[in-house]
């Protein structure tokens, strides 16, 4: 690729940029300034034209609103691009913000994108294309437990091993590290959304009433739990009656959603337990001391630390404000980019660096 000066002046006074790409939010951090945007992964389109109409917490709150020709949509889903185009407007969008912040709004920011663990070379290919598309100068892949690990603060570079878990909306992530590089990793399509989809099957095969996705989650959030609570909680839910058709409210406990909750619950505790298997004994000794991090939205449950910790025999503890590690990992690595750049994920032609045309 020829050098151009141009790009090169512009890229000095442009922002660097972390990505938390995730199926149920979006954060970006901007290096020197932190967290600047962190709203839901939804975008309200026009059924005809196809052109975005809302972006963000507007068109969330749009979900199940919406007249005959608008449509508001997850352009994610289990941690990858389901919706091209649509991805790309919202990438757009969010980067034209950080863009207003920058001392020169049209030079085009270097970004890094959190990838969950598993994907195909085709679907990194599709986030790479997607935040280039949407004005990128450089766009780099990141593994979001390794960034999840980085934004908790783990020693991933010592010698001792550490482990994260990273729960976020369309998958969980288990990676253990040690000496900077990951020794077992897994990849499981369960996590927040599965957990809201148990809930509305589980009142609709009790109670027979049709809730909403978003009524889900508030009901998980406010009352859900994975170990039971000292005081147990209960909460209203509406929705409608599948028999008379009606509007309806019932009382839902604690207990019952926990219930629900279960089977998702037990999958990631399998998985937990599988990836331990496979660790060599020395490491798990460093686990018994150093425990388990909980990262992503998944880990605010109630009493999830609780029910794996007792079911691991090894301390499990929350990261600081989970929600936003793989988006502050994102931003430890562009804090030091040339130290750290072997944490990005290579491409299919071997390089992690991929320059705009």
């Not at 997850?74 to 790309?88: A, H, L, M, Q, Y």
């Not at 369309?170 to 990849?187: L, N, P």
Request: with cysteine; hydrophobic share 45%.
């Amino acid at each position: 690729m020829a050098f151009n000066p141009l790009d090169w002046i512009l890229g000095l006074f442009s922002l660097d940029v972390g990505i938390d790409l995730g199926t149920a939010n979006t954060l970006v951090f901007v290096r020197n300034k932190g967290i600047v945007i962190n709203e839901p992964s939804w975008v309200a389109v026009d059924k005809r034209t196809r052109e975005p109409m809302a972006v963000g917490l507007k068109a969330k709150e749009m979900m199940g609103r919406t007249s005959g020709n608008i449509v508001a949509v997850r352009p994610v889903r289990d941690g990858v691009i389901s919706e091209f185009n649509i991805t790309r407007d919202m990438l757009n969008y969010f980067i034209g913000q950080v863009h207003e912040q920058s001392i020169v709004p049209f030079a085009r920011p270097r970004v890094i994108i959190g990838i969950p663990a598993g994907v195909t070379e085709v679907e990194k290919r599709a986030v790479y294309d997607a935040a280039m598309s949407a004005g990128a100068r450089d766009a780099y892949l990141i593994e979001e437990p390794v960034a999840a690990a980085l934004g908790a603060g783990l020693p991933v570079a010592d010698v001792k091993g550490s482990m994260v878990v990273d729960i976020g909306g369309g998958t969980t992530e288990v990676a253990v590290m040690s000496m900077g590089g990951v020794i077992v990793a897994r990849s499981l399509r369960v996590a927040g959304d599965e957990m809201d989809q148990d809930i509305v099957q589980y009142i609709r095969t009790k109670y027979n009433l049709l809730i909403g996705e978003g009524v889900a989650e508030q009901v998980k959030m406010k009352i859900g739990s994975a170990y039971p609570l000292p005081q147990e909680k209960t909460m209203e839910v509406r929705g409608r009656n599948l028999v008379t058709g009606l509007p309806e409210s019932i009382e839902v406990s604690s207990v019952e959603v926990r219930d629900a909750l279960s089977g998702s619950v037990q999958v990631i505790l399998d998985t937990i337990r599988d990836a331990l298997d496979e660790v060599p004994p020395e490491v798990v000794a460093d686990l018994m001391d150093t425990g388990i991090c909980l990262a992503g939205g998944g880990a605010l449950l109630l009493g999830l630390t609780d029910r794996l910790a007792d079911d691991l025999n090894l301390r499990v503890w929350q990261a600081e404000d989970p929600l936003t590690c793989v988006a502050r990992g994102a931003g430890v690595v562009l804090s030091d980019f040339e130290g750290m750049r072997h944490y990005l994920v290579s491409l299919e032609r071997g390089s992690t660096r991929h320059r705009a045309a």
